[in-house]
């Protein structure tokens, strides 16, 4: 359940970022840092809302918010 949310992905390309990359809490995975590709804006978003969603669920027991289109 809790593996969507906590999944980090690469905000360049949205490939999934390898554990090492988690622990420095690196925004985009080493092929994009190399190449310095811009983030993109709605992977960016997605991630930040992810974020957010993880929070709600942990601050209320009425379960997940499902009416994300
Ligand atoms: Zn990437």
Request: net charge neutral; charged share 25%; hydrophobic share 40%.
């Amino acid at each position: 359940m809790s593996e969507r949310l906590g999944g980090i992905i690469c905000l360049a390309c949205g490939a999934q970022l390898p554990e090492s990359l988690r622990w420095t809490a690196s925004l985009r995975c080493h092929g994009c840092r190399e190449l310095e590709a811009p983030l993109r804006a709605d992977l960016a978003r997605w991630e930040r809302e992810s974020r957010r969603a993880l929070f709600e669920t942990l601050g209320s027991s009425a379960g997940e918010a499902s009416t994300a289109a």
